[in-house]
């Protein structure tokens, strides 16, 4: 019996989809990170009950802040992007959240910017308000400790990949991290829209991207390069099939993101059965019943899909590359 719905909710349903392809498909991602960062912070003393936690979403880390907030008696603001829809934005308002929704823009970067942008308005004419910057702090990588437990658990470590979006890295970093406590041999793919600076490729735009969640335009400070063995590009197209194609042959109503890693994932296990590969599915696809699963009819198929591999950023292509990380730093890479 839980005491909140928070705590049903935070941890991963794990499924089987294949031989070696297995999803940790959560109902929200980040409510089990949120939770463990929010309840640090407390025993720390940096925050108390009642005071006010900040932040940017672009939608999943939202309701995960606003049910943590919920739980512990706080005030949460939410900046949030235009990709936060009516049916989250009435759900964060009635758990007592303020929400602002910054105007619509052009490009990621520009909407992380002005996100970015209104949260220091509110901290220099607030400065008791706490900021959690789920994009610079490493208090979230701690969350995903449990949750690498459980993968452990059920399907060792020996041969394993895990594949999943980068997003703030602390997700896919921090099921890597603990994972490798065990087994430094545990594979990390990243799984990146075009246009996210994070690993290179902010001069490639998919004109049809919606993939917030995964990238980004201004550069986060908790990603962790060198945890990452290998990243895959993946336009909004691609991840369109991907999504409608996890629903139709595994009944799995899951995001665009979770579309783009059930794509790299398939084409993973594929190539590499002696290895368990385990993808992220971070949210339902209830945001995106409109934009991706509507379109169902018009979905390409994925046995006609492949990447291109690249072997330098200049080679990146639409709608879906491939590179060998190999655990390299930033600055190895971009200095």
């Not at 594949?163 to 430094?184: E, F, I, N, W, Y």
């Not at 917030?212 to 990452?228: C, D, E, K, M, S």
């Not at 992220?280 to 991706?292: F, L, N, Q």
């Amino acid at each position: 019996m839980f005491d909140h719905i928070a705590d049903a909710i935070k941890a991963p349903d794990f499924v089987r989809l294949g031989p070696n392809l297995y999803v940790a498909r959560f109902e929200t991602m980040k409510v089990y990170s949120t939770l463990v960062a929010v309840e640090r912070l407390l025993a720390a003393g940096v925050v108390r009950r009642g005071d006010t936690l900040l932040d940017s979403s672009s939608g999943i880390y939202a309701y995960a802040l606003a049910l943590a907030c919920h739980k512990f008696d706080m005030q949460c603001h939410i900046i949030a992007s235009k990709t936060v829809d009516k049916t989250l934005m009435v759900q964060l308002q009635l758990l007592g959240a303020n929400v602002e929704q910054v105007p619509p823009s052009a490009t990621l970067k520009m909407d992380q910017s002005l996100r970015v942008a209104r949260i220091q308005e509110i901290r220099a004419a607030s400065p008791h308000v706490h900021w959690m910057q789920q994009y610079h702090d490493d208090i979230h990588y701690a969350g995903y400790e449990p949750i690498a437990s459980d993968i452990e658990r059920l399907l060792g470590t020996d041969g394993l990949t895990i594949v999943g979006g980068v997003g703030s890295g602390c997700s896919t970093g921090g099921l890597a991290r603990a994972l490798r406590c065990t087994d430094d041999a545990v594979e990390l793919v990243g799984v990146q829209p075009f246009g996210s600076v994070t690993f290179g490729c902010a001069h490639i735009e998919d004109p049809g991207i919606i993939i917030a969640g995964i990238g980004t335009g201004i550069p986060f400070r908790n990603v962790q390069h060198a945890l990452y063995d290998q990243i895959h590009w993946v336009g909004f197209d691609y991840g369109l099939a991907g999504a409608v194609a996890l629903l139709r042959r595994h009944a799995i109503f899951a995001g665009l993101s979770s579309g783009c890693c059930y794509l790299a994932a398939a084409r993973e296990a594929q190539l590499r059965p002696e290895r368990n590969v385990l993808f992220i599915a971070p949210d339902t696809g209830h945001r995106y019943v409109d934009a991706v699963f509507a379109q169902h009819a018009d979905a390409l198929e994925l046995h006609s899909l492949a990447p291109v591999h690249v072997d330098s950023h200049e080679q990146l292509v639409l709608p879906w590359s491939v590179m060998a990380w190999n655990r390299r730093t930033a600055t190895e890479t971009f200095n």
